[in-house]
């Protein structure tokens, strides 16, 4: 049996608790009186805070109510409403989805989703040497380098799509340079390609960051340790840099394959319009179009596609740990 | 301990409090000022040009104390959009091309009439695309039965199509008008301007279709096969008039589908003569095969309009300020008051080649109003299954 201590004789009464252990004994522990006050407290304690976590994310909640939760439903319901109307008090249609699927509105969803699979699986070869380097070679150089990178955020992506039009078009810069060199280069602009170049430059901080983010995540250890037992670079690179730094990898794929869903500037500005996306017929739907419903059902689909996959990818995702273990990470 | 700047405990909060108070006034005085009248407040939405310094700096001047918001829109339908969604209780002018106003605005009761005694004196010495004596005013200025004044007219065009005079002769483009999209000689070697509500009547146009009668299927047939042809022949399909003039000027294309003084006029003033609007010769519209534009600018019907907004449609009849709006950032179009001698000589001889004045006239006569289609929602549906399938 405990007892209680000498000296908590000498000070204030201390609390004594009855423990049962696992054999069915019970046992005395004198605690400190402040740490009973707490645990008599702790019922009441753990009611008032989570009243105040109920009241403190009131703001958040209507924020989002109003901002997020309400738009999205007058979407929707507008998507039901008979075509080329603007009233949402009426009987509700699925009118606009069979003209989705009638007039060809799902080739422009499945150039979308085309573009932006490509533009996600260039951006992750081209990225991962760079994240790599930035997460685990350029030490004192990689905030350099991440603030030249993120600087581009700060410039309109149209301004920044227009300076690259008088790059490649017929007689611009680059045509310039080419024929200083002897080389006659026609117009670059106008195609497919163009476009996913464009989408690429664009979204590409957007998948380096997550990125050099998730292979901080890979203990150098781990990698040390591979090497010891001679394992190949290769090896290292598929056994342990791509699965320890999976995270990262997925969310900056999600991220910049929402994005390029999303895209219109890129097709526009550099593609001359070859590739009709989605935002794009979104757009139009809204506005010459004069069609709302047509418009909040493509945007519904649209809204749809990306959020079963978001959801199906980042269930998958940890974020407790990615984030703590990047912390782990620091020195 | 902050004497030093002046910034005692006391003086914080009492600042502090005046704060708050403002703040949690502010709404209510907002409400205030909301339900009294709005003679020092006039919002304006409108096509590019009328929200310039040149035009809203002077008037600030003329109406001390007023403040002006004006937006631009990008198109027609975007700008009525917002009054439907409910911003007619913000906006108290809008400007729009002319058949959306008499089409769209006045039978949805989202503009109100102006006053004909105080405007019809302004319109009575506009130039005779917008008054005749034998006529009278143009009729998309008016409602349908005849009675009410929708709104003030000021600048105008002609639109149809652009080429570069070093490729294709003015006379080979107006002798052949819009079928010549159609030729194989011409595939790849033009761009489209994506203002899509036009490209649906210049496509009728092309297939030789009036756009404005009512179209049968076979004729529906007709215009999608000309959509596809034209779309097919396309190069570039671009939003943008600066980056067609562009692409005109450094030969990545020799004309586009569509345009007229309003897309020319920018390159034309910088010297650039060789981008030229085109206005066909003959056409399905009553044998017109051009067509134009006028943008008119009305009351909103806002249950609280401001004073300001029939002042400010006075203020713009200004000599000066008709050639602010003429002259505006980005393009360069004529306008209705420049039969006024007062106004026409504030234009420069370069100003008037911008604006391809010598040829105006011909070129007015041979278009035709824009119009809505009857059959704009199947030709719509066509057109953007077409532009879509392009690739």
Request: aromatic letters at 10%.
């Amino acid at each position: 049996m405990s007892e209680a201590p000498a000296s908590a004789f000498a000070s204030p009464p201390h609390a004594r608790v009855l423990l049962r252990d696992a054999s069915g004994g019970v046992r005395v522990v004198w605690i400190e009186p402040a740490i009973e006050a707490v645990r008599q407290q702790s019922a009441f304690g753990e009611i008032s805070s989570r009243a105040f976590g109920m009241a403190s994310s009131f703001p958040f909640l209507a924020l989002m109510l109003a901002g997020f939760v309400v738009p999205l439903l007058c979407v929707c319901a507008f998507s039901l409403m008979p075509p080329r109307t603007f009233s949402l008090a009426q009987i509700p249609t699925l009118a606009n989805y069979r003209i989705i699927f009638e007039q060809g509105y799902l080739l422009s969803l499945s150039k979308s989703v085309a573009l932006a699979l490509a533009t996600v699986g260039i951006l992750l070869v081209v990225c991962y040497p760079l994240a790599f380097a930035l997460a685990k070679v350029f030490r004192s150089g990689a905030a350099l380098v991440t603030y030249a990178i993120a600087s581009s955020l700060f410039v309109s992506e149209n301004i920044r799509l227009f300076g690259w039009v008088i790059g490649l078009m017929k007689g611009g810069v680059l045509a310039g340079i080419s024929r200083q060199l002897g080389l006659e280069v026609e117009s670059w602009l106008y195609n497919v390609p163009v476009i996913i170049f464009g989408m690429v430059y664009v979204y590409l901080p957007f998948m380096l960051f997550p990125l050099a983010l998730g292979l901080q995540m890979v203990p150098e250890q781990v990698r040390e340790a591979a090497f010891d037992l001679g394992a190949s670079r290769w090896q290292v690179f598929r056994m342990i840099d791509v699965p320890l730094s999976m995270p990262g990898i997925v969310i900056g794929s999600v991220l910049v394959f929402v994005l390029s869903l999303g895209a219109i500037a890129e097709a526009k500005i550099l593609g001359g319009q070859k590739v009709v996306t989605i935002a794009a017929e979104i757009e139009t739907a809204f506005t010459f179009g004069q069609n709302w419903p047509l418009g909040s059902a493509l945007a519904t689909m649209l809204i749809g596609i990306t959020a079963v996959l978001v959801f199906a990818l980042l269930r998958k995702i940890d974020f407790e740990r990615f984030l703590g273990r990047r912390l782990e990470a620091e020195p | 301990m902050n004497s030093k700047n002046g910034l005692s405990r006391r003086s914080f909060l009492k600042t502090a409090a005046v704060a708050t108070a403002a703040v949690a006034a502010g709404p209510f005085s907002t409400l205030r000022s909301f339900a009294a009248s709005r003679e020092d407040e006039l919002n304006i939405l409108c096509w590019e040009g009328y929200n310039t310094e040149n035009v809203l700096g002077p008037f600030r001047k003329a109406f001390k104390g007023v403040t002006v918001k004006a937006e631009s829109g990008t198109d027609d339908p975007s700008m009525i959009n917002k009054l439907r969604a409910g911003e007619t209780k913000i906006w108290d002018l809008i400007n729009v091309n002319q058949c959306w106003a008499r089409d769209m605005l006045w039978p949805e009761k989202l503009i109100k009439p102006l006053n004909r005694a105080r405007f019809e004196p302004y319109i009575e010495k506009m130039m005779k695309w917008f008054y005749s004596p034998e006529t009278g005013i143009n009729p998309f200025a008016l409602s349908p039965d005849g009675k009410e004044l929708l709104g003030m007219m000021q600048r105008f065009g002609p639109f149809s199509f652009v080429i570069n005079t070093n490729k294709i002769s003015a006379t080979t483009a107006e002798d052949q008008g819009f079928p010549m999209f159609l030729d194989p000689a011409l595939k790849g070697r033009y761009g489209i301007l994506a203002y899509d509500n036009w490209n649906v009547m210049h496509l009728c146009i092309t297939a030789g279709l009036n756009p404005f009668t009512q179209l049968n299927a076979d004729q529906l047939a007709k215009f999608e096969e000309t959509a596809e042809k034209v779309f097919e022949g396309a190069k570039m399909i671009s939003s943008d008039l600066v980056q067609l003039n562009q692409a005109l000027i450094n030969g990545e294309i020799d004309l586009y589908f569509t345009g007229g003084t309003y897309t020319s006029s920018p390159a034309r003033h910088e010297g650039r003569l060789e981008v030229l609007g085109i206005s066909p010769k003959s056409g399905p519209i009553d044998g017109k095969g051009a067509l134009q534009w006028f943008e008119i600018t009305s009351l909103v019907n806002n249950p609280n309009l401001s004073p300001r907004a029939e002042d400010f449609l006075e203020f713009v009849q200004r000599p000066e300020i008709c050639k602010a709006v003429a002259f505006a950032e980005g393009t360069y179009n004529p306008v209705s008051q420049m039969s006024n001698p007062e106004v026409f000589k504030l234009f420069s001889k370069e100003d008037l080649v911008a604006i391809q004045w010598d040829t105006l006239e011909e070129e007015m006569a041979r278009s035709a109003d824009y119009q809505i289609c009857p059959n704009n929602d199947e030709l719509t549906d066509i057109y953007n299954k077409v532009k879509r399938k392009r690739v």
